[in-house]
């Protein structure tokens, strides 16, 4: 059955918070949505940041952005939640 998870994106990929994880190991997307019961072939649309979006929000976004303004594309996106360490 399909549950809410948290994770941290981390890298290339979640890191987990499932019970059996426990925020120590990196997934893919595919993989993350799998440890939150679900199994479909679109992971990033329903894998959602802290203000409710889809991660695939912001791949759509950045599709069309001009190089010159991504990092306030994501910004915008994402939310103030973005770490500009991170980001970068």
Known sequence: SRRELLGIIKDYGYLCGCSICNFSKI??????????????????????????????????????????????????VAGLSVNDVTLQ
């Open 27 to 76: 997934l893919s997307a595919h993989e993350f949505e799998i440890h939150a019961g679900g199994k479909s072939r679109h992971p990033n649309n329903h894998i959602y940041l802290e203000n409710g979006k889809p991660i695939y929000s912001i791949i759509q976004e950045l599709r069309t952005a001009p190089l010159s303004i991504v990092d306030e594309v994501i910004k915008d």
